[in-house]
Nanobody, 123 residues
């Protein structure tokens, strides 16, 4: 089992940047593929990006390509989401999630979830 704690959210102006972090407990972090998801008010939770256990394979939702970068540091049990050129429509609660096995794109594929961190982008 793994516990996840996100940090790094906040209020930023459009065009700005934020870096989210997700710290995982446990000694087997490298055995989990990781994902970032987001949920805006009144909307479904959507995938933002995902990364394989080794960090070699990444996946991005179309609207995030070129703006967001997912990475991980297995030595620090942490996954990151660098978000650049933020837009008001990026406003949401951002969640990190973990799953055993290979990279996954849908939220149903993930077994463990953090509590979320709010990102608000002002226009």
């Amino acid at each position: 089992q793994v516990q996840l704690v996100e940090s790094g959210g906040g209020l930023v102006q459009a065009g700005g940047s934020l870096r989210l972090s997700c710290a995982a407990s446990g000694r087997t972090f490298s055995s989990y593929a990781m994902g970032w998801f987001r949920q805006a008010p009144g909307k479904e939770r959507d995938v933002v990006a995902a990364i394989s256990r080794s960090g070699v394979i990444t996946y991005y939702a179309e609207s995030m390509k070129g703006r967001f970068t997912i990475s991980r540091d297995n030595a620090k049990n942490t996954v990151y989401l660098q978000m650049n050129s933020l837009k008001p429509e990026d406003t949401a609660v951002y969640y990190c999630a973990a799953r055993t096995g290979p990279i996954g794109r849908g939220d149903v594929a993930y077994d463990y979830w953090g509590q979320g961190t709010q990102v608000t982008v002002s226009s």
